[in-house]
């Protein structure tokens, strides 16, 4: 039987909790992104980062020494679309936002240029120096 289609073993009583940690931190950065709560949000995905380092260890261990249960791996892949999907949320709510603030507050550019000044300056710069 190939091992990560094999029965529940021991190894579930060690993956439940994780695959348990994963779901509520991705459930917590929802609920933080919807509030729209930037300190919450950064802690909650900080939070699962590690909950997914771990998760990916345990899964690892877990395949090497005997495998994972369909429902368990079925589980974390649902939880990776989820964190798949909340990225993009992110990222497209990111972009709107650049947009709004380009909008409000236009870049501008490092060097200002007016065309009364230049003439103004290199006008004045001649003059002055034929005179001098």
């Known amino acids: 039987m190939h091992a990560l289609n094999a029965p529940a073993s021991r190894d579930d009583n060690l993956l439940e909790p994780v695959v348990l940690a994963v779901e509520a931190r991705l459930q917590a950065l929802g609920q933080a992104l919807q509030q729209r709560d930037s300190a919450a949000v950064e802690q909650c995905a900080s939070d699962l980062h590690r909950a997914l380092t771990e998760a990916v260890e345990t899964f690892r261990h877990a395949a090497r020494s005997g495998g994972i249960t369909p429902a ?61």
């Open 72 to 132: 368990l791996r079925q589980r974390l892949v649902r939880a990776t679309g989820q964190v798949a999907a909340q990225r993009e949320s992110l990222a497209r709510a990111t972009a709107a936002l650049d947009r709004a603030m380009d909008v409000l507050l236009p870049r501008t550019p490092d060097v200002v240029y007016s065309p009364g000044l230049a003439a103004y300056g290199s006008g004045a710069r001649s003059q002055h120096s034929a005179s001098a």
